[in-house]
């Protein structure tokens, strides 16, 4: 690493040591879990945004109304649910004024804006489609679709409408998980040799008829822990489309179609890397390796992303909800002043030959809010000023070149887990709706 871009790491590194010392401790902790749960809630501007949740899920409590109450200019609006009971029963414990039946009395509510789709992942495509059609934006829970074909087929949708369509990956939403890429793309720790991610939750936390583990709700481990593991090995070197070169299931469920456990490989391109400083920061022979398991006998999640590069090594630590809690470790190794031909240096972090290792060890929590409120602030803000007809040119191109990369990145994403499927030998996921008419028409063949 010449000296220049050494200073500008260092410059970008005390700032990160600066900020983390402010951050550690119980209060902080304790400040950040609250923030997560909600609590505080702000004054509404006159006129916030109305949205609406698809799905009476678990997730859109911690992903969507709890940061909703922290965020002036979003207001959770109405709830939908496939039963008009559960939804009032929602609507009521999570003081959302209306409760809607059935998910298109939803999308077709002319009060809302923008609709949070919430349901198993085989649905996502079909109601995120019938939203846009409606007129509303999207955010839209990972994995965004059954499969790629799915993400082009909504994602062409809403271009012609003309509305956001965001696949909701919180994690990178969050400033620890920024400054990660950051480090990385800027050469901070040299060329990228190998990039390996691991998400492993436990077994007990999810029953074996979960959504998860189902095939006809487009379920399997590698479209939910593992597309978190796809979307990393992305987003941190900032390269779109990593090739496959191998990947294995393990742990079969529903009659072998899906997968427990997935792990594989990936290579990068030469030349891939999107970043936007001068030179490319993965190595021409860069290796990704993820791996990913819902059926995990360990007794706690073990969410992490390490990077090693020629000239050191980053690693983070429940990298899916950093602002619970979370470590980043860096080490870095530097000339030391004087050159090769300082030999002399005796210190513990002296490597010999002029080189020393620095090590560091931070904790980035920005504002201490969690990864779902920067989401949803980023969500509203880009849709106000799509919304807006008197905002600034300037404004108006940053929000189209998000949505640009909103469509590419769910599209990407999307092939990645595809291929990772084939090159297991699994089948592609696919809509439910798509699903079921198959298995209706292979019922009717057998009847005949
Ligand atoms: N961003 C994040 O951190 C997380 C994201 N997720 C994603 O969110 C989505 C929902 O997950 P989660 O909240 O854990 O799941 P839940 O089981 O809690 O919720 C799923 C919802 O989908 C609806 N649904 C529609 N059709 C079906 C069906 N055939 N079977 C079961 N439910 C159905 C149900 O709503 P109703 O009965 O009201 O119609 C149900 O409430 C998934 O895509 C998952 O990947 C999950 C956890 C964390
Ligand atoms: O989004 C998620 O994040 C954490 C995982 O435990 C969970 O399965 C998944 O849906």
Request: proline fraction near 5%; charge should be positive.
């Amino acid at each position: 690493m010449d000296e220049e871009s050494a200073a500008v790491h260092t410059t970008y590194l005390t700032d990160l040591i600066a900020q983390s010392k402010h951050n550690k401790g119980a209060a902080g902790q304790l400040q950040r879990v609250l923030n997560f749960l909600g609590h505080n809630p702000v004054q509404k501007t006159d006129n916030p945004v109305r949205i609406g949740v698809l799905g009476a899920s678990q997730v859109a409590t911690y992903a969507l109304i709890w940061p909703a109450q922290r965020i002036a200019d979003v207001e959770v609006a109405a709830v939908a649910a496939r039963d008009p009971k559960r939804a009032a029963d929602y609507a009521k414990k999570h003081g959302i004024p209306v409760a809607h039946g059935s998910y298109q009395q939803l999308v077709d509510d002319p009060s809302l804006t923008a609709i949070y789709v919430a349901t198993p992942n085989g649905l996502h495509g079909e109601w995120a489609e019938a939203a846009l059609r409606a007129g509303k934006h999207v955010l839209c829970e990972k994995p965004f679709t059954a499969n790629a074909e799915e993400a082009r087929l909504v994602q062409s949708v809403a271009a012609k409408q003309r509305l956001l369509c965001r696949e909701a990956f919180h994690y990178k939403e969050h400033p620890a998980n920024k400054a990660v890429a950051q480090l990385l793309q800027s050469g901070a720790i040299g060329q990228l040799q190998q990039l390996a991610v691991q998400v492993l939750i436990p077994a007990w936390a999810f029953s074996k008829d979960d959504i998860r583990f189902q095939a006809r709700l487009a379920g399997g481990t590698m479209m939910d822990a593992g597309c978190y593991c796809a979307h990393t090995l992305r987003f941190f070197p900032g390269c779109s489309r990593p090739h496959v070169t191998s990947a294995t299931a393990g742990k079969l469920m529903d009659g072998g179609a899906v997968d427990g456990r997935m792990q594989a490989t990936l290579a990068y391109p030469k030349g891939s890397s999107s970043s936007s400083s001068s030179s490319s920061a993965l190595g021409a022979a860069a290796v990704g390796k993820l791996e990913a398991d819902l059926r995990h006998k360990g007794l706690w999640p073990r969410t992490r992303f390490v990077a090693t590069g020629t000239l050191g090594r980053v690693e983070i630590n429940n990298f899916i909800l950093p602002s619970m809690g979370h470590n980043i470790s860096i080490t870095r190794t530097l000339a030391q002043p004087g050159g090769p031909g300082n030999k002399s240096d005796c210190s513990p972090d002296s490597l010999g030959d002029g080189l020393k290792e620095q090590r560091h060890s931070i904790e980035v929590y920005g504002s201490g809010e969690s990864n779902y409120y920067y989401q949803l602030t980023r969500f509203i803000s880009d849709l106000r000023v799509l919304e807006d007809k008197q905002a600034p040119k300037e404004a108006k191109r940053a929000v189209q070149r998000a949505m640009d990369d909103d469509a590419r990145d769910a599209i990407d994403n999307m092939t990645l887990i595809d291929s990772i499927y084939t090159a297991a030998g699994l089948p592609l996921r696919q809509p439910t709706h798509v699903a079921a008419a198959a298995a209706a028409a292979a019922a009717s063949k057998a009847v005949k």
